[in-house]
């Protein structure tokens, strides 16, 4: 779960510095190794050739990491600057709060006293009158009513159930919609704005949109989601249609540069042999995934099919989104154990 991490934190500066140091620590060991093999090889052996092209990869993947990490510092001080702003306004304010404080409570004082000299001119009036021989009654006297006017039962338990009605379903609304989790193939398309779809073995799946399509990139959105059921139906389907297709399965940890070739020279020397080129990720930040990616191969995720955590779809479209990759669509597949044991 730490790329996936990764993608959470996407706008967080300490993973992205993290991100930063594990590459430039992985650069120093390709260097390290290929110092090694210059000792005993030519610059043309294709090991040496092998590390100097991922050399070439990583050195690639720190200039965007660099800027995005530069980005949300300047992001960062920003908020600060703006938080030691609103602290400077209320300090300033403090005086003429405790000078209107000062005068409230003198007012107050005031009133009391006041208050009390009425107090004592009605107790000396009432003992004046008794003095004199006045005749002090009570013009109405006090009855203590049989029944409670309010609150009303019947009154008042309508309204309690009518605003819980409505309390709960206007709750129930904003959870569906800003909730954690996503269920369902709808509340997937209304919160990704993309299609979404359940994965059926018996239903071909068809890639819209885009009719010149050579490449198709499965990224799974969460550690064993099916990918391999959706890649092979995708195959199916273009058979059916009179289409070659072929898998590419780089979800182990040795398949991200076979034979010491890159990612995109495999990727493009099987479009030329086929019409269809189906490639398995492990996973959106992985470094096969980084070298895969591109403007012109549509991903389609692949989603467990229980549910579906709105942080990380909301996080791997915004990183679709950023490098301008097509977002082709999102598919609930359910795991396979053939999948689980192969990983």
Do not use: W
């Amino acid at each position: 779960m730490e790329d996936a991490q990764s993608v959470l934190d996407i706008f967080d500066p300490v993973p992205r510095l993290r991100r930063v140091n594990d590459l430039l620590s992985r650069i120093s060991e390709l260097e390290t190794q290929r110092t090694r093999l210059l000792e005993t090889r030519l610059e043309t052996d294709r090991d040496v050739v092998a590390l100097t092209q991922s050399i070439s990869n990583l050195e690639g993947q720190l200039v965007p990491l660099g800027r995005a990490y530069s980005t949300a510092l300047q992001r960062q001080r920003s908020e600060i600057e703006g938080q030691l702003g609103t602290m400077a306004a209320q300090l300033n304010q403090f005086p003429g709060d405790a000078q209107m404080s000062g005068r409230l409570v003198r007012e107050v004082k005031r009133l009391g006293l006041t208050y009390a000299a009425l107090q004592t001119q009605l107790v000396e009036a009432r003992l004046s009158a008794i003095a004199e021989g006045g005749d002090i009654r009570e013009l109405d006297e006090a009855t203590v009513p049989k029944k409670v006017a309010f609150p009303d039962p019947v009154i008042t338990t309508a309204a309690g159930l009518g605003a819980g009605l409505v309390i709960g379903m206007l709750l129930a609304l904003v959870v569906g919609s800003h909730g954690r989790y996503l269920e369902g193939p709808a509340a997937i398309e209304r919160a990704a704005g993309v299609p979404a779809l359940r994965f059926d073995p018996r239903t071909p799946l068809l890639m819209s949109g885009r009719s010149a399509i050579r490449t198709v990139l499965l990224i799974p959105l969460e550690i064993g989601a099916g990918t391999l059921r959706v890649a092979e139906r995708l195959a199916d389907t273009a058979l059916a249609r009179g289409q070659s297709a072929t898998i590419l399965d780089l979800t182990a940890p040795a398949a991200a540069a076979p034979l010491g070739a890159s990612v995109g020279g495999l990727i493009s020397r099987l479009e030329q042999e086929h019409s269809l080129v189906i490639v398995r990720l492990p996973g959106m930040m992985a470094d096969s995934t980084a070298a895969a990616l591109s403007d012109d191969r549509p991903v389609l995720l692949v989603a467990p099919s229980r549910r579906v955590s709105r942080r990380d779809l909301t996080g791997a479209l915004e990183t679709l989104r950023r490098l301008d990759v097509p977002c082709a669509g999102i598919v609930l597949s359910e795991t396979e154990s053939r999948e689980l044991s192969a990983g």
